[in-house]
């Protein structure tokens, strides 16, 4: 263990990744329904996966699993092979596509835009090591390049032919060519309160396609089948209960105390880099508490645990390295909670058909993202971040009509709006915490 905390930050965190790809490979083998693993894999490569497709309805659970696997595998190797540093974005990236393999992301539409990540670097002649992530950060868009392989323009599926392979190398390489630079400027309009940081240029991307490809042409692609229905808490649950507490049994073997990690949940600041701030195993712990956390959420509200809920644990996960613990996400979830006990409850005196229940999928997923808005309650005070919550909530639903169900990031798009509206109003009209202390100091 002496030998593992030694571990740079670097190779620690590859080491971490290579636990959570050979975890989930290892679940792929203990499904009940492991005998079906390679063909339901196949079904998941060649069935449409719009927002929000759960691959536990298209391939089954052992599929499911072997996908998120190998997909984590291949993020990976992309680390090892590019030589390339990990560091807590490299973190947010590698979890945030890992949780995408149940219900969004495959083993084959994530390379078109990888693609075009390798042309970007071989036009602006920088060195591959430097844009991994934004090679993770591309697939945001894969079920756009599922749809364009197998289907448009057609509204059924028709298998995979020339001219839609084609089309998908070609719109896979324009994404992945401009998202380095939309990274780049991304944090210039969020302000750095939007953890999610590689949502917004990859929502209005997904915005221009949309209106590109299908809005403008008269295309409309139905969303698949329902996939829904397909759930399963006991194996969620098992098998998050068994990571997350392997994380937390890694930490405490690492060194890792209680007030080690007090100090985290308790920082009066935003810090967006725990893994090198505090140290390997305190972020380790914050992985395993704050995964158990969320897990506790969404028993709580009831959520159905199909794929897509399954997924969004680990995309909510995803910030762990880069600024999000209990500490600051609980006024997140009460937002929500209290969203949708007061619009529910506007909605029947209006007579309206509400639908935003807090255990709706929508609302489910939806929650995964508005977690990437707090920093606003780390500078700003917990009722602020539960404003930013509420506004999240109230648009969250309303945002995939903008790029047609093709974006991933659609939470941490919305939770860019959300920072385009609020943080200007909170820079002009109210004190942060350390304003408010020293005001009150004197």
């Known amino acids: 263990m002496k030998k593992i905390r030694?571990?740079?930050?670097?190779?620690?965190l590859k080491l971490f990744f290579a636990f959570f790809a050979v975890f989930f490979l290892m679940a792929a083998v203990c499904m009940p329904d492991r005998a079906n693993m390679l063909s339901g894999l196949k079904q998941i490569l060649v069935q449409p996966c719009k927002v929000s497709t759960s691959y536990f309805g298209v391939g089954g659970y052992a599929a499911t699993f072997l996908n998120m696997g190998m997909v984590a595998a291949i993020c990976l190797t992309l680390f090892v092979v590019f030589g390339a540093e990990a560091n807590n974005v490299s973190t947010l990236a590698f979890i945030l596509t890992t949780g995408f393999g149940a219900w969004g992301i495959n083993?084959?539409?994530?390379?078109?835009?990888?693609?075009g990540v390798f042309l970007y670097a071989l036009v602006k002649k920088e060195k591959l090591s430097g844009l991994v992530n934004a090679m993770l950060f591309s697939t945001g868009l894969a079920p756009l390049i599922t749809d364009l392989m197998i289907r448009y323009p057609n509204a059924e599926v028709v298998g995979f032919n020339l001219p839609g392979i084609a089309l998908s190398l070609l719109i896979g390489?324009?994404?992945?060519?401009?998202?380095?630079?939309?990274?780049?400027n991304s944090p210039k309009v969020h302000k750095g309160f939007d953890l999610y940081s590689a949502a917004f240029?990859?929502?209005?991307l997904a915005f221009f396609l949309n209106a590109t490809l299908f809005k403008t042409m008269g295309i409309d692609l139905p969303n698949p089948g329902d996939t829904l229905s397909v759930?399963?808490?006991?194996?969620?649950?098992t098998f998050c209960?068994?990571?997350?507490?392997?994380?937390?049994?890694?930490?405490?073997?690492?060194?890792?105390?209680?007030k080690a990690y007090w100090r985290l949940l308790t920082a009066p600041n935003t810090i967006k880099d725990f893994s090198s701030y505090y140290g390997t195993h305190v972020f380790l712990m914050n992985v395993g508490v704050f995964g158990l956390f969320i897990l506790g959420y969404y028993n709580l509200i009831g959520a159905p645990f199909n794929g897509v809920t399954f997924g969004v644990v680990f995309c909510m996960l995803s910030t762990c390295n880069s600024g999000s613990h209990p500490g600051n996400v609980w006024p997140i979830m009460l937002g929500y909670l209290a969203s949708s006990v007061v619009f529910g409850w506007l909605s029947q005196v209006a007579g309206g058909e509400f639908a935003m229940t807090i255990h709706s999928q929508a609302i489910v997923v939806g929650l995964c993202y508005a977690n990437g808005l707090s920093p606003i309650a780390d500078k700003y005070g917990w009722h602020y971040g539960f404003l930013a919550s509420v506004m999240h909530y109230l648009l969250v639903t309303s945002?995939?009509?903008?790029?047609?169900?093709?974006?991933?990031?659609?939470?941490g798009f919305t939770a860019a709006l959300i920072c385009v509206i609020l943080i200007p109003e909170l820079e002009?009209?109210?004190?942060?915490?350390?304003?408010?202390?020293?005001?009150k100091a004197k």
């Open 6 to 12: 030694a571990l740079p930050e670097s190779d620690f």
């Open 107 to 115: 083993i084959m539409n994530i390379w078109p835009s990888i693609a």
């Open 173 to 184: 390489a324009l994404i992945g060519f401009l998202m380095p630079a939309g990274m780049a």
């Open 201 to 204: 240029p990859m929502g209005m």
């Open 231 to 237: 759930v399963s808490p006991m194996i969620c649950n």
């Open 241 to 258: 209960i068994l990571l997350f507490s392997c994380c937390i049994l890694g930490a405490l073997a690492l060194g890792c105390t209680p």
């Open 399 to 411: 945002v995939p009509n903008l790029h047609g169900g093709f974006c991933l990031y659609n939470g």
């Open 428 to 439: 002009r009209f109210c004190h942060t915490k350390d304003e408010r202390k020293a005001l």
